[in-house]
């Protein structure tokens, strides 16, 4: 019986996500209908951000009309720009409370003898991380990492910058650490790393080489040999991390 039931379960979420079949015709028509929607609702909207009361021409006459169909489209349209503008809001939140919170750690870094390698403000599923990263010389310790969490707790508070429950985490880079800023860069220069691109280039994403050049716009060079060398603009970048693997 459990068998059945799983098989159901699959044809119906097979069932329910299958592509609709429109007709090369169909289509063009159902394009044609949007845009005529589309270019109504603009004719709309300038005349209703006109002074009417002394307009008795056309444009009075089109601002009495309002099909049914097209409030659906215009409603979806609404949506889509205040989801957009609700991301952009988060974005920018997210890197207002990074940069503050790098101008209170950094100086808490210093006075423990450790180095501020990253800050983060990140949510996963419903919960909201802030997450600093520590570094030094001799490599990071448990107890470095409780140090900086007990340091930062009283100057957070104090700050009161994240107006939601977050979890505040403090650790190392790790291995394969990525570079994000500029100094990580000159920190790293001549270093074995990994640079991923957004898009496939010849095919591949992901190369290996040896970190050469870093431009202030964020353009990466790295090395193949001494022949091959390949530069990558920052909007083509992915992310670059240390290459700890390779020998």
């Known amino acids: ?28 028509l159902s394009i044609l209908k949007n845009a005529c929607i589309f270019i109504y609702y603009m004719v709309y909207y300038e005349c209703t951000n006109m002074n009417l009361s002394e307009s008795r021409g056309t444009c009075s006459h089109i601002y009495c009309q309002k099909p049914r169909f097209g409030r659906k489209v215009l409603n979806n349209f609404k949506k889509f720009v205040e989801k957009k503008n609700k991301i952009k809001r988060g974005a920018d939140l997210a890197k207002n409370t ?64 994240i107006d939601r429950q977050y979890n505040l985490q403090v650790s190392s880079p790790g291995i394969e650490r990525k570079l994000t800023r500029d100094f990580h860069f000159d920190y790293f220069m001549g270093e074995k790393v990994i640079l991923k691109l957004i898009r496939p280039f010849e095919g591949q994403r992901e190369f290996k ?27 083509e970048i992915a992310w670059v991390k240390l290459d700890d693997f390779s020998f």
């Open 209 to 235: 080489g040896v970190l050469i050049d870093y431009s202030e716009d964020g353009a990466v060079t790295i090395e193949f040999d001494e022949e091959n060398t390949m530069t990558a603009e920052k909007k």
């Open 1 to 28: 019986m459990r068998s059945v039931g799983k098989l159901r379960f699959r044809t119906l979420y097979s069932a329910h996500f299958r592509a609709p079949k429109f007709s090369t015709l169909h289509f063009q």
């Open 98 to 161: 990074v940069s503050q919170v790098w101008e209170i750690a950094e100086p808490i870094a210093e006075e423990l003898g450790l180095i501020l390698w990253d800050v983060c403000f990140e949510k996963e599923g419903a919960n909201y991380y802030l997450r600093i990263f520590i570094d030094k010389e001799d490599g990071v310790g448990i107890e470095d990492c409780v140090n900086m969490s007990h340091a930062m707790d009283a100057p957070l508070d104090e700050a009161d910058l």
